[in-house]
T-cell receptor
Framework: QKEVEQNSGPLSVPEGAIASLNCTYSDRGSQSFFWYRQYSGKSPELIMFIYSNGDKEDGRFTAQLNKASQYVSLLIRDSQPSDSATYLC????????????FGAGTRLAVHP | ETGVTQSPTHLIKTRGQQVTLRCSSQSGHNTVSWYQQALGQGPQFIFQYYREEENGRGNFPPRFSGLQFPNYSSELNVNALELDDSALYLCASTRTSRSGANVLTFGAGSRLTVL
């Protein structure tokens, strides 16, 4: 069973701190990895994706990928209360079509 | 505005009934996929359509079926509804980024409650 694992949380951080969200994946054939943010009662919205080993930065967000360790992370700098949401990690899989395999998500709570 | 529109937003059905959910995707995005998200879980892939043909399916029984139309709109049909079918159903269109990654954009979802 090809899986993506995430800690369910909640991860609680103070406003202004760095939030670190992690996930691991089992399919070594996965080529691309995605982070989605989902507010309660809403649909997932894409934050960023990464497909090369190393770091990718976009504003306050940095995605990190380590294919040897099968590990993906998302760092959120200067966390704001509006960042409080569930963060879903997904792998692009190796099935030959556009299927994403999602983890169950990590709930992040940023408190003032 | 995501460019992916789903209807209805909420609906309630009883066990054994049938339901049709609809999706209208962005112009030019000829690949549409459907996901089921149960409460507290991540979305699970149901199936994908490309140019009106199903070209990928997840671990869902045949009572989950779909259609894609020439204008790239899509339907998800579920027959013989069960209580466990209660979930948020998400439609997604796919675009290919400049880097070659296939990026999914989700609609707002249809929340189905089966009583």
């Amino acid at each position: 069973q090809k899986e993506v694992e995430q800690n369910s949380g909640p991860l609680s951080v103070p406003e202004g701190a760095i939030a670190s969200l992690n996930c691991t994946y089992s399919d070594r054939g996965s080529q691309s990895f995605f982070w989605y943010r989902q507010y309660s009662g809403k649909s997932p919205e894409l934050i960023m994706f990464i497909y090369s080993n190393g770091d990718k930065e976009d504003g306050r967000f940095t995605a990190q990928l380590n294919k040897a360790s099968q590990y993906v992370s998302l760092l959120i700098r200067d966390s704001q209360p509006s960042d409080s949401a569930t963060y879903l990690c997904a792998s692009g899989g190796s099935g030959g079509y556009n299927k994403l395999i999602f983890g169950a998500g990590t709930r992040l709570a940023v408190h003032p | 505005e995501t460019g992916v529109t789903q209807s209805p937003t909420h609906l309630i059905k009883t066990r054994g009934q049938q339901v049709t959910l609809r999706c209208s995707s962005q112009s030019g995005h000829n690949t549409v996929s459907w996901y089921q998200q149960a409460l507290g879980q991540g979305p699970q892939f149901i199936f994908q359509y490309y140019r009106e043909e199903e070209n990928g399916r997840g671990n869902f029984p045949p009572r989950f079926s779909g259609l894609q139309f020439p204008n790239y709109s899509s339907e998800l049909n579920v027959n013989a509804l069960e209580l466990d079918d209660s979930a948020l159903y998400l439609c997604a269109s796919t675009r290919t980024s400049r880097s070659g990654a296939n990026v999914l954009t989700f609609g707002a979802g249809s929340r189905l409650t089966v009583l």
